[in-house]
Nanobody
Framework: QLQLVESGGGLVQPGGSLRLFCAAS????????IGWFRQAPGKEREGISC????????NYLNSVKGRFTISRDNAKNTAYLQMNSLEPEDTAIYYC??????????????????WGQGAQVTVSS
């Protein structure tokens, strides 16, 4: 059974860093694009980053460009989201999602059919 599990969330002070992990089981990520999304209280879930299956193409939400980095290690069946210079506005539940053969020209919730359960990220002093 295809499963995605996020980890690495937590509480961090403004300006701090966190690294999120997205581990896949029940399938191999080799042919799947990975997207990272987040949903803050009272807000819609928004796409923040995407990486294609080979890792050669990435896309970022403007507000996280230069602060967040998406990557993947297909040998470990895991994707990552490195988050630096975190701001209180980054507080949200973060989700990873997978979809086969996606180009990552956009980061759209509707493009992804497999989702993890989410990881809470709280940025607060």
């Amino acid at each position: 059974q295809l499963q995605l599990v996020e980890s690495g969330g937590g509480l961090v002070q403004p300006g701090g860093s966190l690294r999120l992990f997205c581990a896949a089981s029940g399938f191999t990520l080799d042919n799947y694009a990975i997207g990272w999304f987040r949903q803050a209280p009272g807000k819609e879930r928004e796409g923040i980053s995407c990486i294609n299956s080979s890792g050669t193409s990435t896309n970022y939400l403007n507000s996280v460009k230069g602060r967040f980095t998406i990557s993947r290690d297909n040998a470990k069946n895991t994707a990552y989201l490195q988050m630096n210079s975190l701001e209180p506005e980054d507080t949200a539940i973060y989700y990873c999602a997978a979809q086969p053969f996606l180009s990552c020209l956009h980061v759209l919730r509707s493009d992804f059919t497999s989702w993890g359960q989410g990881a809470q990220v709280t940025v607060s002093s």
